[in-house]
């Protein structure tokens, strides 16, 4: 069974540039995350997704961030514009349904704003 | 406020030994736990979970241990192998609310020398 694919695995770009980042959860799945993990930090959730609906947007910088998961499959996450703060890795995440706790991470990307 | 804390950032160990990753949370409202393992450049992997009606699960050389009314829990390797060198994250939730949001501590590096 293939796991959760993120691409890019890795992005540099210059301040206030836009960038995205694409995320195919495990099939079946209907919940998808995505987190966001500072250096030294554990991974901080940004928004879930229970097929096409957003259900907890609340961590979201809405501002500069915005995040879409048509057909309730693959999703996309943007950043426009991003800042120097932006750095990190950015993580996608994907569990059968909601109540499964246990949910199965993609390898991330890192994200270099410079 | 961190909810999830794992106190100790790096810990190491000889190989065959016991390794002992420790985990402490506020939130008297967590019921479910759960240890992730993470290799780097690679996302989270999901090791072992337990829920509060437990005390102690396990899975083959692993075994996590709860104490709710210390709210503290810990992640035993019996024996370590140094393919268990990898950051260990410990999670919590609530599974009696509907966010079914993953809190993260910041991680501790396992290191097994052969």
């Known amino acids: 069974e293939a796991g959760v694919v993120q691409s890019p695995r890795y992005k540099i770009i210059e301040k206030k540039q836009p960038v995205a980042f694409w995320c195919n959860p495990i099939s079946g799945h209907n919940t998808l995350y995505w987190y966001l993990q500072n250096l030294g930090q554990g991974p901080e959730l940004l928004i879930r997704y229970e097929n096409e609906e957003a259900v907890d947007d609340s961590q979201l910088p809405k501002d500069r961030f915005s995040a879409e998961r048509l057909k309730g499959v693959d999703s996309t996450l943007k950043i426009q514009p991003a800042e120097l703060g932006d750095s990190a890795v950015y993580l996608c995440a994907s569990s059968l349904e909601a109540g499964a706790y246990t949910q199965y991470f993609g390898p991330g990307t890192r994200l270099t704003v410079l | ?114």
């Open chain 2, 1 to 114: 406020d961190q909810q999830v804390k794992q106190n100790s950032p790096s810990l190491s160990v000889q190989e065959g030994r016991i390794s002992i990753l420790n985990c402490d949370y506020t939130n008297s409202m967590f019921d479910y736990f759960l240890w992730y393992k993470k290799y780097p450049a690679e996302g989270p992997t999901f090791l072992i979970s337990i829920s509060s009606i437990k005390d102690k699960n396990e899975d083959g050389r692993f075994t996590v241990f709860l104490n709710k009314s210390a709210k503290h829990l810990s992640l035993h390797i019996v024996p370590s192998q140094p393919g268990d060198s990898a950051v260990y994250f410990c999670a919590a939730a609530d599974s009696g609310g509907s966010n079914y949001k993953l809190t993260f501590g910041k991680g501790t590096l396992l290191t097994v020398n052969p």
